[in-house]
C-alpha cells in the first residue's frame, strides 16, 4: 500500500517548454488534490477532482491544466511554463469526508 | 488576503514542556480545520482535526481547541518530544457543495524542540 505517489520527485524547466505532473492513489479515494507551496506560504489549492472524469478550479488554477481519466491518476500539466511556477507541488486525495493524504511532493524549478 | 493566519513563523520549547502553536482565521462559514505535521522533503502528514460543532478534540499528546468566537485555533502537544520538530500547519474549509472540503491552509509555524 504505497498510499499517494508523485512523478517525477524533481524537474528543472526552461520557461516555455511545457510538463505533466503525476499522482498515483491506491486508497480508492474519490476525491484528489493538486497545490503548490512556495516560501513564506501556505499550501495553495489549484485544481481538484471530486471523481474519475471530474475537475473543478481551486485558488490558483491559471496556467495549469489537469485531468482525471482514471479513478486512482490526477495528471497536473504546465503547457508553457513560466519562473512563477517554480515551486514544490504536492498531491492529495481523501474519501469525502475523510482527511487528506499527501504525496511526498515534486521541486519544479523553471529556469 | 489571508483568511488563516499563522502569526508566529517559529517556536522552540524545552522537551518535556507544553507546545502552543495558534491559528486565527477570519471566515465564520469554515466548518472543519484540521493540523497537518511536515517534515523537510516530505509531504504534510494529518495530525488532528476539530468540526466546528466542537470545541476540543484530543488525540494523545494532542489537542486541538476551537474558539469560534474569537476565530481561533491552537494546538497543545504535551510532552514535547524531539521528534515533534516540524512545520505544523493549519488548514480551515466550509462545507462547499460538491460535498468536499476546500482546505485554506496557513503558512505554517516550525516548532523546535530542544533535547
Not at chain 2, 20 to 48: H, Q, R, V
Amino acid at each position: 500500500n504505497a498510499g499517494v505517489t508523485q512523478t517525477p520527485k524533481f524537474r528543472v524547466l526552461k520557461t516555455g517548454q511545457s510538463m505533466t505532473l503525476l499522482c498515483a492513489q491506491d486508497m480508492n479515494h474519490e476525491y484528489m488534490y493538486w497545490y503548490r507551496q512556495d516560501p513564506g506560504m501556505g499550501l495553495r489549492l489549484i485544481h481538484y477532482s471530486v471523481g474519475e472524469g471530474t475537475t473543478a478550479k481551486g485558488e490558483v488554477p491559471d496556467g495549469y491544466n489537469v485531468s482525471r481519466l482514471k479513478k486512482q491518476n490526477f495528471l497536473l500539466g504546465l503547457e508553457s511554463a513560466a519562473p512563477s511556477q517554480t515551486s514544490v507541488y504536492f498531491c492529495a486525495s481523501s474519501s469525502k469526508t475523510d482527511t487528506q493524504y499527501f504525496g511526498p511532493g515534486t521541486r519544479l524549478t523553471v529556469l | 488576503d489571508q483568511q488563516v493566519k499563522q502569526n508566529s513563523p517559529s517556536l522552540s520549547v524545552q522537551e518535556g514542556r507544553i507546545s502552543i502553536l495558534n491559528c486565527d482565521y477570519t471566515n465564520s462559514m469554515f466548518d472543519y480545520f484540521l493540523w497537518y505535521k511536515k517534515y523537510p522533503a516530505e509531504g504534510p502528514t494529518f495530525l488532528i482535526s476539530i468540526s466546528s460543532i466542537k470545541d476540543k478534540n484530543e488525540d494523545g499528546r494532542f489537542t486541538v481547541f476551537l474558539n469560534k468566537s474569537a476565530k481561533h485555533l491552537s494546538l497543545h502537544i504535551v510532552p514535547s518530544q524531539p521528534g515533534d520538530s516540524a512545520v505544523y500547519f493549519c488548514a480551515a474549509s466550509p462545507l462547499v457543495v460538491s460535498g468536499t472540503y476546500k482546505y485554506i491552509f496557513g503558512t505554517g509555524t516550525r516548532l523546535k524542540v530542544l533535547a
